[in-house]
């Protein structure tokens, strides 16, 4: 297998991936693919998202103790737009 492949990319920016680098990423239609900058350079690789339910189940003991210390809803937006607008400065 040759270490490089060219597509073309469409006027709506978008890539068909040829089916070496589908094969080798193990990616299929509806997955989703992490492109990272390091050092300049971009790498592609396969995003591992959590499955709905698996992220229900990883964030059940994270509501249940916000739950217990009467940390709201409305207490996480706010702390998460004070990150945001703080990130900024």
């Avoid at 350079?41 to 249940?64: C, D, Q």
């Amino acid at each position: 297998m040759p270490d490089y492949y060219i597509a073309k990319l469409t006027s709506k920016g978008q890539v068909t991936l040829p089916v070496e680098v589908r094969n080798q990423l193990t990616v299929k239609e509806g997955d989703y693919l992490l492109f990272e900058k390091v050092r300049g350079r971009y790498h592609l690789r396969k995003a591992n998202l959590l499955p709905s339910e698996e992220f229900t189940e990883y964030a059940r003991p994270i509501r249940e103790h916000f739950k217990k210390s009467g940390i709201t809803t409305s207490d996480v937006e706010r702390a998460v737009q004070w990150a945001r607008k703080n990130k900024k400065q």
